[in-house]
């Protein structure tokens, strides 16, 4: 899940099994949501994004998951490569809202 | 290719002197954000611009200011006044400025200041 501290979650993973990162959001409002991944040293690149209309999306080897009830994201990546090693973060906006807000991220470790 | 680019990659600055990053963006998008990026930390925004010659404070803008005078640019000037530059910055634009629309970021850039 996410923090609000200075350590990131972390999450390690053997190349080739799936990994599941979570998010927990903030704002029952929120009908949007993205998922970013974040290299050292790189800008954020978009992954998947999601609308509160839907409980599921799947895009190349990757799945996002929405639970409007209990306000909760996962991003699910199938066959984990090391190139998947990196920072992931969710976003949440609302229609009429001024702005994206980031959750601070999971750092994701792909062991060879 | 469309994007965003900003420069430099790396900025050394010494202490007490102003700084300005550079953002460029050729996505033809009316909204433009920077945001800062500490260690272990999630995005705070700075300032945003809706629109040319428009714009706002995010909710960390004490020590900066921004301009925008042409839709394709956004520089970001760090001033003397902020008591802590040193970090990761983060430019990223969008369509339009809605919470329901995707952000996209530039490579960054990342200050220095001694």
């Known amino acids: 899940g996410e923090s609000v501290g200075l350590h990131l979650p972390t999450l390690s993973v053997q190349e080739g099994d799936n990994s599941i990162i979570n998010c927990a959001y903030s704002n029952s409002a929120s009908d949007y949501f993205i998922w970013y991944k974040q290299e050292s040293g790189k800008g954020p690149q978009f992954i998947i994004d999601?609308?509160?209309?839907?409980d599921k999306r799947q895009g190349q080897r990757v799945t996002v998951l929405l639970n409007k009830t209990v306000k909760h994201l996962s991003l699910q990546i199938a066959a984990t490569q090391p190139g998947d090693s990196a920072v992931y973060f969710c976003a949440e906006g609302e229609t009429g809202a001024n702005n994206l807000f980031f959750g601070t991220g999971t750092r994701l470790t792909v062991i060879p | 290719d469309g994007g965003i680019t900003q420069s430099p990659k790396y900025l050394f600055r010494k202490e007490g002197q102003n700084v300005t990053l550079s953002c460029e963006q050729n996505l033809n998008h009316d909204a433009m954000y920077w945001y800062r990026q500490d260690p272990g930390q999630g995005l705070r925004l700075i300032y945003y611009?809706?629109?040319?010659?428009?714009?706002q404070k995010g909710d960390i803008a004490e020590g900066y200011s921004v301009s925008r005078e042409k839709k394709e640019s956004f520089p970001l000037t760090v001033t003397s006044a902020q008591k802590n530059p040193t970090a990761f910055y983060l430019c990223?634009?969008?369509?339009?400025?809605?919470?329901?629309?995707?952000?996209?970021f530039g490579p960054g850039t990342r200050l220095t200041v001694t």
């Open positions: 611009s809706q629109i040319v010659n428009d714009f």
């Open positions: 990223a634009s969008s369509t339009q400025f809605v919470g329901s629309y995707e952000q996209y």
């Open positions: 999601i609308r509160s209309n839907m």
